[in-house]
């Protein structure tokens, strides 16, 4: 209404108290512990001290949150780890006691927990504690913690077992304090009451005290490490201390901070504050779930880091150098560093790849290992913005952590380039003696891929296949052996595949060089699920015949064995291998298929692929196990369709003892492919804004780019459009009230990013006032107009009844009150 200012009318308040009905109700719904059920299946609610019947299907929604990556926990082991895009996942529980969830999206990270328990079994919700237990209220690291006990007078007894206290009070039901002394018997507190329990306690005793606080003592290990141990006096069992401590250095992201619990092997949930307000946390709080003693390491992850010239910490940078972006660095002065951590550890034969801003001088950029002084590299000509390349030609060992030290002049850095994921794979001939090359159409980034093999079958059995002169347009086939040790003509099918490790939605793909010595166990940087992964590897030219075999593979290695073709151990300078999650994946025009399988010996067996290729333009590379002191084999392939291939295999001898042998084997599209695993990048991103109902419409331009090829953009609430310069307006009439715009980008590799942009829809800015033809005072019988401006609906009333705009009021001498109430101001039923 207005009477010389806007007042809310009667219909814009009952729209808001409705509004305030809905939203308690929605909250309500949201914070509920109760899963909702649905057929067969449970639908996950994405909150923590759930708890599921043995058996249960659950119901895991992704249909909204664009891509994710889900690892889900048993209590005896992981039983998924995949990647994903807008989906619902199903899960079969089937294993009692507790399960954790992990949901990464972009950056951010949250991890669920929720019990299983057979139908017979009892939840914990239904295991009712003895309402006449002690009850711990709020209990917090440092500070005294209280208890509240009440005891039935039926129940009492002379002495009652406390803790030890700080204060103790008792009382009865009637709020009157009862007398009582302390006494200490084989160790243990008690409440000895000394008032007659029948004449002066009434009805029941409550007792309050308080304990000793939790402690916390901190551990510093390293800056970037911080052990922390929260504890109490043995017998208190404190339960869901509020622990805190600072972080061990300031950081950017939220998503850059893990806190490790370390009895339980899990990481927490925590919450993240920037205490002195410079755009860094640098404080986090957690809840510890249990005492006496827990131990939690709170770790801050970097992987780009300013350092000043002592190679002392300044401050994180990785936010703004991990993608092309237009976030730069601060500036890197002379004689200060940069430190990278990246993702695969490099080796002489990798590059280092930099988009730098020139601010002063002439600079160049020194590379060298991590907190070493030896040169490795160096940046002599850079250019501004473009990208600049070195290799590491003079990298000893493979390293993943680098210096990289800014000399005569100052830097900005933009971005530093991940791996992305190339193959090459082919069949080709190998006559006998005469080394083969294979050239590349398209060179490799570098030579940090692995080359891999199987032979054709052919009347001798191909034993070893070895290859040299490794470069980024292609390799050599320098020698087969047949299992005499002589030279073999032969079939090859070959594959060469990027180093690092890569997960797919369906599978993972992990390849690299290993240790070269006849017995190894090569480790990868994070583990499969399951040991239900396919390894296939091979060795570079040697003198012997090397081949590699597996003699055992857990989820985060696998071991190798190392022999010639006259049965001894062998070593190698080195090995390449991959290992790919049994399945199969298709992405980017690329099919990848793994398995495992057994041979027959020298006698042919078909081998099914489980799903079919569209044609047989597929390779297949293949390594046998080898336990004990059986001989090393070599499997062939052959007759291969769209749904199978046919197998024999045969050892470094004449007997042939490979019937029965496993082997693994990985299966992949022939050709040339690249798969762009780089999300496309925003380089404009508006500021959130606020426009006025009715009065204002929405207009805002995103900016964003792709290396490869960018695609498009879309926005999920089809209230608004976004077009394909990314200029974002509402498409229809928008409501009063707050909206939440998951705008997303995709390239033309189907990678996606996305963010949340807020437009809030304000009350209309409008005048809506009341209006008079004459000023007051008048003389009776004088008559005037009334009326008001509002453009939308309103009413008008006259000493809280309503009349017509433009009214003639002719009513007697008096005081008259005029107000104006606005109908359609906000709408908050939206």
């Known amino acids: 209404m207005k009477k010389g200012l806007i007042k809310i009318g009667v219909i814009g308040f009952l729209s808001l108290f409705l509004f305030g009905i809905i939203a308690f109700s929605l909250f309500s719904s949201a914070y509920s512990n109760i899963p ?93 504690p003895n309402p006449e237990d002690p009850v711990q209220e709020k209990a917090e690291i440092n500070k005294p913690v209280e208890w509240k006990q009440t005891i039935s007078g039926e129940n009492l007894t002379n002495l009652i077992e406390i803790p030890p206290v700080i204060n103790l009070t008792l ?54 490490t911080k052990e922390v141990v929260v504890s109490s006096l043995e017998g208190l069992n404190y339960k869901n201390v509020l622990s805190y401590t600072y ?96 993702e695969v550890p490099l080796d002489s034969a990798r590059d280092i790849t930099l988009f730098p801003r020139i601010i002063s001088g002439n600079p160049i950029v020194e590379v060298y290992e991590k907190d070493k002084n030896e040169l490795i590299a160096q940046f002599d000509n850079l250019i501004s913005n473009e990208y600049n390349k070195v290799y590491l030609t003079n990298l000893q060992s493979q390293q993943d952590i680098f210096d990289l030290k800014v000399v005569g002049g100052i830097l900005e850095f933009n971005h530093i380039i991940d791996p992305n994921f190339y193959a090459r794979t082919g069949v080709t001939y190998y006559y006998e003696g005469t080394p083969t090359q294979i050239t590349f159409s398209t060179a490799m980034p570098d030579t940090n891929y692995s080359i891999l093999f199987s032979g054709q079958q052919d009347t001798d059995a191909v034993f070893s296949i070895q290859y040299d002169n490794k470069a980024t347009t292609g ?110 994946e298709t992405v980017g025009g690329i099919i990848i298929k793994a398995g495992s399988d057994t041979a027959a010996g020298a006698t042919s067996k078909v081998i099914q692929l489980g799903s079919s290729f569209p044609d047989t333009n597929y390779v297949v590379v293949t390594t046998a196990s080898r336990t004990g002191t059986a001989d090393p084999c070599e499997i062939e392939v052959s007759d291969k369709t769209t749904t199978s291939f046919t197998v024999t295999a045969e050892d470094d001898d004449t007997t042939n003892n490979c019937n029965g042998r496993e082997f693994n084997w990985i299966a992949i599209s022939t050709g040339e492919f690249f798969l762009d695993l780089t999300n496309p990048t925003f380089i404009n991103i508006p500021e959130n ?115 017509l705009n433009n009214s003639i009021i002719d009513s007697g001498a008096g005081y008259y009150n005029f107000t104006s109430e606005r109908q359609e101001n906000e709408n908050y039923t939206y």
């Open 36 to 128: 909702e059920e649905r057929g067969n299946s449970v639908i996950f609610d994405f909150k923590s001290n759930n708890t599921y019947p043995l058996d249960t299907f659950l119901r895991l929604d992704f249909t909204k949150s664009g891509n994710y990556k889900l690892i889900i926990n048993s209590p005896s082991k992981e039983i998924v780890s995949r990647v994903s895009s807008n989906d619902i996942f199903l899960l079969k529980l089937e294993e009692e006691g507790e399960y954790s969830v992990v949901v990464q999206r972009g950056n951010g990270k949250k991890v669920y927990y929720f019990f299983v328990i057979s139908s017979e079994q009892e939840s914990p919700e239904e295991q009712k």
């Open 689 to 803: 804004t606020s426009i006025f109902y009715e009065n204002e419409s929405l207009g805002v331009d995103f900016d964003a780019t792709d290396e490869t090829g960018f695609g498009y953009y879309s926005v999920n609430d089809t209230r608004f459009s976004i077009n394909q310069s990314g200029f974002l307006t509402n498409s229809t009439s928008l409501s009063g009230g707050n909206y939440l715009l998951n705008i997303s980008i995709n390239d033309t590799s189907n990678n996606i990013n996305w963010l949340i942009y807020n437009v809030n829809v304000l009350k209309s800015n409008e005048d809506c006032s009341v209006y008079f033809n004459t000023s007051s005072p008048i003389t009776y019988p004088e008559t005037f107009r009334v009326y008001t401006n509002c453009s939308s609906s309103y009413n008008l009333f006259m000493n809280g009844t309503q009349i």
């Open 475 to 584: 390799f050599r086939i320098n020698r087969v052996h047949d299992d005499r040790g002589t030279n073999e003509s032969a079939g090859i099918e070959w594959a060469v595949l990027s180093f690092g490790e890569f997960d797919f939605q369906n599978i993972s793909v992990k390849c690299n060089s290993g240790s070269g010595s006849s017995s190894s166990t090569i480790n990868f940087e994070s583990s499969f699920p399951d040991t239900n992964y396919a390894v296939v590897a091979y060795t570079p030219w040697d003198s012997d015949s090397p081949r590699v075999s597996y003699s055992s593979k857990s989820t985060g290695s696998w071991n190798s064995i190392i022999l010639d073709d006259g049965g001894a151990v062998e070593a190698v300078d080195s090995i390449d291998w991959c290992a790919v999650s049994y399945g199969t």
């Open 247 to 342: 972080l061990p250095r300031e950081i950017y992201s939220k998503s850059s901070i893990k806190i490790y619990w370390k009895e339980n092997n899990t990481y927490l949930d925590f919450n993240a504050s920037d205490t002195n307000d410079n755009g860094l946390f640098d404080y986090v709080e957690w809840i510890t779930p249990h005492l006496s003693s827990q131990t939690f390491e709170i770790i801050v992850i970097t992987k780009a880091e300013h350092l000043d010239s002592n190679r002392n910490f300044i401050s994180d940078i990785y936010e703004q150098v991990k993608e092309k972006d237009n976030l730069w660095s601060e500036e890197i002065k002379e004689g200060e560093y940069v430190r990278v951590t990246f």
């Open 171 to 224: 009382t009865d039901k009637t709020g009157e304090e009862i007398s009582y002394t302390l006494t200490n018997i084989d160790g243990k507190n008690y409440i000895n009451l000394t008032e007659s329990l029948s004449e002066n306690i009434s009805g029941e005793l409550k007792i309050e005290y308080t304990t000793e606080p939790p402690k916390i003592e901190e551990t510093i290990i390293s800056n970037t």
